[in-house]
């Protein structure tokens, strides 16, 4: 029999699904892992890789597929493992190259799949790497952009361009060892490395393939748009960027319009470099594809460069920031509507969409949002066509800890004010991980923690919710398994707002179940009628999935013609037929 003929035997017989070859990536649900807050193993007050280990089994209690953590390399920590000194060693503080051996041999038992975090535009300026450019060893020495800068006519030394650090100041830190400048678009401990340098490309490759032989399932790189600067000219100098208007002050990152400094065209390029790096490494090594994750907070068309060219193959999933960065507590369901189907209409043929509405940069969801819209934000995410991205805590509905001005630590914060800490702080969202309703959030055995743990921890911890019914935490298990339906993993879907107050998202696979979520974004009570929204529906709907907010009980029926909607509430109806 070829090859062919008992493909459609198979087929005939019903036992191949249609995409059975699907890739696990596609509509996988991801957790990120923030490790300093999720488990201490050790009571020092810091979590910590055996501490993952030990919550793998709740990542699969909850469904997830694959989670990424946030740097847990060798780093001085000037800026929280987002610093890397060594891309090969795992720093003390989380534990050691065994554990996290650990760590991804009892992940492969779960089946849940480890994805690294990558940090490629910098190292440390405690790496060994920068040590020996610093020195001028012939072979590191453009490791780093590097540059005399100019003298003004006081005979006083000026920077080579006017490029502002993230963390503010000027991007250039003056090196007394080398005598020149060298650049950092974040912290000066974070000198940037020379993307234009083959040899320092070669490097990176050799960290993700040192990682993939550790038998990590993939990346997810960071800030990624930061990774190359505009080329130096003939003479070797950087042209200033323009000013913006609205700032005097050369300290502030808005200070110049960033046309040199962020994305630049060789930047998605880079990317599809590293994708045939994993490509290679599993025609070699088989198994599951390694998978790419990309921060970038580029312009939308710009993003979609990273999901490949015509030829090329990009990164799997570029992360989708338009809700995080363009939603606020007041927008509308139009707005709504309106990024999410941009993101559906730009993205390239055949490409997977992927959501996220929360990360370790930002405030918590139900801070943002507003703490009874966190089912809401949850069922969003988890019914959309895709991958899901869940931050830690979200799936309990937790709200930012309070952090005082002198227990701050994110350097982002601790470099501005007192008088407005809190509008740049990300340690909020970075409080640990509320597991019962113990002392210390059950995160440590130890007295004192690296950031306070809310005080709210008794009301919202995973103990607690595990037992009332509609918790968020239950409410978030219920849809990881609507999440195996057939009309929700590969339905078409249609995302669009019944008014000013709701949005609509239906799922359909030909054949399957009708699937409509519905989300009451303001807090007034809402009747919709399906059927004026959507062409031929089934005319009877039950309730797949309720909140705490919900009147009606799931498996309750309704009517297509007439839907009620508390505020904030949001559901999941399931047709009573087929369609
Ligand atoms: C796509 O990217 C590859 C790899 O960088 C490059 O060689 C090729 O020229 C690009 N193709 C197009 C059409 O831009
Ligand atoms: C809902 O809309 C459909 C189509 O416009 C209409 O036929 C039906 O009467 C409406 N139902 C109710 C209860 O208003
Ligand atoms: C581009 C980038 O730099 N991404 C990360 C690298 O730099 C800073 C500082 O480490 C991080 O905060 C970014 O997330
Ligand atoms: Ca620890
Ligand atoms: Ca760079």
Known sequence: MTTWT???????????????????????????????????????????????????????????????LSPFLKSPMADFGYDISDFKAVDPLFGTMEDFEN???????????????????????????????????EEYKDYYIWHAGFLNEDGTRRPPTNWVSV????????????????????????????FRNPVVREEMNNVLRFWLEKGVDGFRVDAIYHAFEIEADENGNYPDEPRNDWTNDPDEYGYTHKIYTVDQPETPHLVYEWRQILEQFQADNGGDERILMVETWSPIEIVMHYYGNETAEGAQIPFNFQLISNLHYDSDAYHYEYLINNWLNLMPEGKSANWV????????????????????????????????ITYQGEELGMLDGYVSWEDTVDPQACNGYESNYMDNSRDPARTPMHWSDETMAGFTTGKSTWLPVSTDYRQRNVKTERGVSLSHL??????????????????????????????????????????ISLFNIFDSIENVNLSSVFGSLPA???????????????????????????????IVLRSTTTA
């Open 357 to 388: 509405i929360g990360n370790h940069d930002k405030n918590r969801v139900g801070s943002r949002f507003g703490a009874d819209r966190v089912d809401l934000f949850n069922i969003l995410l988890l019914t959309l066509p895709g991958c899901s």
């Open 103 to 137: 760590m991804v041999s009892r992940a492969k038992e779960l089946g849940v799949k480890i994805i690294l975090d990558f940090v490629p535009n910098h190292s440390s300026d405690e790496c060994d790497w920068f040590l020996r450019s610093a020195a001028g060893e």
């Open 6 to 68: 008992s493909l459609f035997l198979l087929l005939g017989l019903g036992l191949l699904a249609v995409d059975a070859a699907a890739p696990w990536w596609k509509t996988a649900s991801f957790y990120q892992i923030y490790p300093r807050s999720f488990k201490d193993s050790d009571g020092d007050g810091i979590g910590d890789l055996n501490g993952v280990t030990e919550k793998l089994e709740y990542l699969k209690e909850i469904g997830v597929t694959a989670t990424w």
């Open 167 to 194: 963390f503010r100041g000027s991007a250039w830190e003056w090196h007394e060892g080398r005598q020149e400048y060298y650049l950092h678009q974040f912290h000066k401990k974070q000198p940037d490395f020379n």
């Open 540 to 570: 009877k709907f039950q309730y797949a999935l309720v909140t705490e907010k919900s009147i009606k009980k799931v498996g309750d029926q309704v009517s297509a013609g007439s839907v009620t909607l508390m505020p904030h509430e949001a």
């Open 474 to 515: 239950n409410v978030f298990k219920r849809l990881q398994q609507l999440r195996q339906e057939p009309s929700i993993v590969d339905g078409s879907a249609e995302v669009t707002a019944v008014s000013n107050y709701v949005l609509a998202v239906k799922r359909h696979l030909l054949g399957d179940y009708v699937y």
